[in-house]
């Protein structure tokens, strides 16, 4: 009975992590074609409304529009190339948005706020996040397609690329805090936003989060579905719900890579006004909750806001700016960071 009651607790707990994260990728869609149609003095989405009584709402109209898309993606029909591996075609998106959702299982919200504190979590998420390269190799040998096979070869190499950088500069984090758990590396960041780890590791930190946009094969790092040279890379023969799927978890990567950010570099949940006389007092009724939300939004910002300003880098740019400029970066910060802990220098040991 006690393992039963567990289990539904334990379900009970993943909804409610999973439904408002699924709500906020679609909705961040929404966003982003708002915020760069008025980068770019365009409307964007303005007629598929929730409440077209309420003309208060002004700007905010066609906040039905990611609905409406969903509807319309659960009804197109889902074409599986006649000598495509039918169970691998089918299992690619699974396997791709599985760990984007997996790796929160570890994140800390609040304090407190966590399904799994487990103390290996940054191993946990790096192990995540790894998994999800499989789904685009599947996806581009499966579809017997040329295009969709050169695709994922590129995204494939891109991914694997950035995450050694990524995974680098986890280690300055990691370093710095003494600990694997989110919650300890959070609490280790206790005080005011000059207290984060965002400035004495801010080589690791532009470091980690451009190799986020990389990971996620965001623009300006879109080769991978550059459509005037591959069509659209490794889900060139996907459509429906399979389609639907690819571009929800590189959404959810998004999130996900601005949240792990928040926490690693920014405080997560701290308010960053904590310690400092007055202004402290005069925030401290604004939940932790809310502070990590508004970090993650700011990441997510800059996300849309880079997509709208950077053309798309050539494939051999973005390779030599992994390999040549942020391994290397981040390899010599970890040593300089390594001395300065050793010889009890500050920020650490003030």
């Given at each position: 009975m006690e393992a039963l009651l567990y289990l539904i607790t334990t379900v009970i707990y993943i909804l409610i992590i999973v439904i408002p994260l699924m709500l906020c990728v679609a909705y961040?869609?929404?966003?982003?074609?708002?915020?760069?149609g008025y980068m770019q003095v365009r409307i964007g989405p303005n007629r598929v409304n929730l409440w077209s009584a309420l003309p208060v709402l002004g700007n905010l109209r066609g906040l039905g529009q990611p609905i409406a898309d969903a509807v319309k993606l659960m009804f197109?029909?889902?074409?599986?190339?006649?000598?495509?591996?039918?169970?691998?075609?089918?299992?690619?998106?699974?396997?791709?948005?599985?760990?984007?959702?997996?790796?929160?299982?570890?994140?800390?919200?609040?304090?407190?706020?966590?399904?799994?504190?487990?103390n290996a979590a940054l191993l946990y998420?790096?192990?995540?996040?790894?998994?999800?390269?499989?789904?685009?190799?599947?996806?581009?040998?499966?579809?017997?397609?040329?295009?969709?096979?050169?695709?994922?070869?590129?995204?494939?190499?891109?991914?694997?690329?950035?995450?050694?950088?990524?995974?680098?500069?986890?280690?300055?984090?990691?370093?710095?805090?003494?600990?694997?758990?989110?919650?300890?590396?959070?609490a280790a960041?206790?005080?005011?936003?000059?207290?984060?780890?965002?400035?004495?590791?801010?080589?690791?930190?532009?470091?980690?989060?451009?190799?986020?946009?990389?990971?996620?094969?965001?623009?300006?790092?879109?080769?991978?579905?550059?459509?005037?040279?591959?069509?659209?890379?490794?889900?060139?023969?996907?459509?429906?719900?399979?389609?639907a799927v690819f571009f929800l978890a590189e959404y959810a990567n998004m999130i996900l890579i601005s949240a792990l950010a928040t926490i690693m570099f920014l405080g997560g949940w701290l308010s960053p006004f904590q310690g400092i006389p007055y202004i402290e007092d005069l925030f401290s009724w604004v939940p932790g909750f809310f502070w990590f939300v508004a970090k993650v939004?700011?990441?997510?910002?800059?996300?849309?806001?880079?997509?709208?300003?950077?053309?798309?880098?050539?494939?051999?740019?973005?390779?030599?700016?992994?390999?040549?400029?942020?391994?290397?970066?981040?390899?010599v910060w970890i040593v300089v960071l390594?001395?300065?802990i050793l010889m009890k220098l500050p920020p650490w040991f003030a």
């Open positions: 961040l869609t929404y966003a982003e074609r708002k915020i760069i197109k029909e889902i074409i599986i190339p006649s000598n495509s591996n039918r169970f691998l075609f089918v299992i690619a998106p699974m396997l791709v948005m599985a760990p984007a959702l997996a790796a929160w299982a570890v994140v800390p919200f609040a304090e407190g706020w966590v399904l799994s504190n487990i998420i790096l192990a995540m996040t790894s998994i999800g390269v499989y789904g685009v190799i599947i996806a581009g040998w499966a579809s017997n397609s040329k295009y969709a096979f050169l695709g994922s070869l590129r995204s494939a190499a891109q991914i694997v690329s950035y995450e050694i950088a990524m995974g680098f500069a986890l280690v300055g984090v990691l370093m710095a805090a003494g600990s694997l758990n989110l919650s300890d590396i959070v960041q206790k005080g005011s936003f000059l207290h984060w780890f965002w400035l004495p590791l801010l080589p690791l930190f532009i470091v980690y989060f451009i190799s986020g946009v990389a990971e996620t094969n965001r623009a300006p790092f879109d080769v991978a579905e550059g459509e005037s040279e591959i069509v659209a890379g490794f889900h060139v023969e996907y459509s429906g719900m399979l389609f939004s700011v990441f997510l910002f800059f996300f849309l806001w880079i997509r709208a300003t950077f053309p798309r880098y050539r494939y051999d740019q973005i390779m030599r700016l992994g390999w040549k400029v942020f391994i290397p970066i981040t390899l390594g001395l300065l």
